[in-house]
């Protein structure tokens, strides 16, 4: 196959970097159109790109007889119909995280592409992260024995733009959702029930979109291992993320972060401020890495790295713990099959 010739739709915070990664990083793919339903964003990317073509109309792009692979990089609320459609138009497919709003709209996804036999990746792209790679390879390789307890922080540097609450599914779904995928990803067995707690500690205009920007959830995994992950908006001291998988034989951490015998302070200027600012920067080579392995997977008619089954189980977890939350109980993880 020649190039895979690639739409991007959305072109906000992320759709902008991987419209970037696509049309300049990655052999293989030739970005021939962008989209977005704004036309500044969508004629400023193609301008800067040099991508021959822009629109503000989604679904004319997605019909296009001359496009092969379609990235799908809107706000969630969008993915569902645009998803369907493409996989109806018969073009391979990459979506961001997480697949839709709610378990419904990701089954239908989840139906279509398989009804179309296209191919289907979904982001979540700390899989791709050198150190989370490394990771799944010692953990395979048994350097710490037997996984049994899963720790998480994500902390980011601030709440996300006030338009992007509503649109987004809420902090389990939208945020705390990479920590599940990581903790089926690195713990390799299922999460079977979990329980979660969040409160609103500093951006009260989550108020009004009923959602936190700080949360726990519990997680218990179903051999009886177990785990836990904080989720925070507000760590203003750089975007901070922190993994451990405490094993029989030792402990692996994956953390920017250096171990000091003392009490450290963060923030900016001072000496051990050793935090990258946001996702974009600090997941920078897992964003190009997923696009490289997406595009010769569609050339190479391999198999999705991430898929929408995996999606769909880690969006159960998501969904589980924001029950759980609301209604402060314990509550069971919708079982998913991972194979078709
Ligand atoms: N993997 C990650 O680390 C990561 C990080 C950030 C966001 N995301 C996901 O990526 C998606 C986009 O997030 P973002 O932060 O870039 O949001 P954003 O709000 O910055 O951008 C979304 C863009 O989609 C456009 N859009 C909305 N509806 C559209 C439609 N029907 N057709 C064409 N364009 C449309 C908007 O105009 C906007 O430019 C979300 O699903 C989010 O969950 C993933």
């Given at each position: 196959?020649?190039d895979?010739?690639?739409?991007v739709v959305?072109?906000?915070?992320l759709?902008?970097?991987h419209?970037y990664?696509?049309a300049?990083?990655?052999?293989?793919?030739?970005l021939v159109?962008?989209?977005?339903v704004?036309?500044?964003s969508?004629?400023?990317?193609?301008?800067?790109?040099?991508v021959?073509e822009?629109t503000?109309?989604?679904?004319?792009?997605?019909?296009?007889?001359?496009i092969?692979?379609?990235?799908?990089?809107?706000s969630?609320?969008?993915?569902?119909?645009?998803?369907?459609?493409?996989?109806?138009?018969?073009?391979?497919?990459?979506?961001?995280?997480p697949?839709?709003?709610?378990?419904?709209?990701?089954?239908?996804i989840?139906?279509?592409?398989?009804?179309?036999?296209?191919?289907?990746?979904?982001?979540f792209m700390?899989?791709?992260?050198?150190?989370?790679?490394?990771?799944k390879?010692?953990i395979?390789?048994g350097?710490?024995g037997?996984?049994?307890?899963?720790?998480?922080?994500?902390?980011?540097?601030?709440a996300?733009?006030e338009?992007?609450?509503?649109?987004s599914g809420?902090?389990?779904?939208?945020?705390t959702?990479?920590?599940?995928?990581?903790?089926?990803?690195?713990?390799?067995?299922?999460?079977?029930?979990v329980?979660?707690?969040?409160?609103?500690?500093?951006?009260?205009e989550m108020?009004?979109?009923d959602?936190v920007?700080t949360?726990?959830?519990?997680?218990?995994?179903?051999d009886?291992?177990?785990g836990?992950?904080?989720?925070?908006?507000n760590?203003?001291?750089?975007?901070?993320?922190?993994?451990?998988i405490i094993?029989?034989?030792?402990?692996?951490?994956?953390?920017?972060?250096?171990?000091h015998?003392?009490?450290q302070?963060?923030?900016?200027g001072?000496?051990?401020?050793?935090?990258?600012?946001?996702?974009?920067e600090?997941?920078?080579?897992?964003?190009?890495?997923?696009?490289?392995?997406?595009?010769?997977r569609?050339?190479?008619?391999g198999?999705?790295?991430?898929?929408?089954?995996?999606?769909?189980?880690a969006?159960a977890i998501?969904v589980?713990?924001d029950r759980?939350?609301?209604?402060?109980?314990s509550?069971?993880?919708?079982?998913?099959?991972?194979t078709?």
């Open positions: 196959m020649g895979v010739r690639c739409a959305g072109l906000g915070r759709g902008s970097r419209a990664n696509l300049k990083n990655v052999k293989g793919a030739s159109a962008v989209a977005d704004l036309p500044e969508a004629e400023k990317t193609a301008r800067e790109l040099g021959p822009w503000t109309d989604a679904e004319a792009v997605i019909q296009r007889a001359d092969d692979a379609v990235v799908i990089v809107t969630t609320d969008m993915h569902a119909p645009l998803a369907k459609k493409a996989a109806e138009a018969g073009k391979a497919l990459f979506i961001e995280k697949l839709s709003l709610d378990m419904e709209e990701s089954r239908a989840v139906e279509a592409v398989e009804k179309a036999g296209v191919y289907c990746e979904v982001g700390r899989r791709f992260d050198p150190a989370y790679q490394e990771a390879r010692r395979a390789a350097d710490i037997r996984p049994l307890y899963f720790k998480a922080v994500s902390r980011d540097p601030q996300p733009p338009s992007y609450i509503p649109r809420g902090i389990f779904v939208d945020m959702i990479h920590d599940y995928d990581l903790a089926r990803f690195l713990m390799e067995r299922e999460v079977t029930e329980t979660a707690m969040g409160s609103i500690v500093h951006s009260k108020e009004k979109y959602d920007d949360a726990v959830t519990y997680l218990r995994f179903e009886g291992a177990a836990d992950i904080e989720s925070t908006r760590s203003f001291y750089g975007y901070d993320i922190r993994t451990e094993g029989t034989e030792g402990s692996l951490i994956i953390s920017g972060v250096q171990r015998p003392r009490v302070v963060w923030k900016p001072s000496g051990t401020y050793e935090i990258e600012p946001g996702f974009l600090r997941f920078e080579m897992a964003y190009l890495a997923e696009m490289v392995s997406f595009i010769e569609v050339r190479e008619g198999t999705p790295a991430v898929s929408v089954r995996d999606a769909l189980a969006q998501a589980a713990a759980s939350y609301r209604e402060k109980r509550v069971s993880v919708e079982a998913v099959s991972v078709a």
